[in-house]
């Protein structure tokens, strides 16, 4: 795995990022396809997002409260 990867989501964790993101970042980051349309939300689709992109710029506006 690489350093970039474990490292984002080491940091995603530890700011309590909102696991839907997580999961969606992660098979982003990877090039999985995105999970069945009816499991889709709108946090898993901007981390999915953002994961393709490998962009770690946005997981302050998915911190849980």
Do not use: H, S
């Not at 969606?24 to 990877?30: E, M």
């Not at 396809?33 to 946005?58: C, F, H, I, M, S």
Request: charged fraction near 30%; include cysteine; glycine fraction near 10%.
């Amino acid at each position: 795995m690489n350093q970039f990867y474990y490292d984002a989501v080491t940091k995603m964790e530890q700011l309590g990022v909102d696991d839907e993101y997580i999961q969606g970042w992660q098979c982003g980051f990877l090039q999985n396809p995105k999970r069945e349309e009816q499991r889709l939300t709108e946090a898993y689709e901007a981390g999915y997002g953002d994961g393709e992109e490998k962009n770690t710029d946005n997981f302050g506006n998915w911190v849980k409260a």
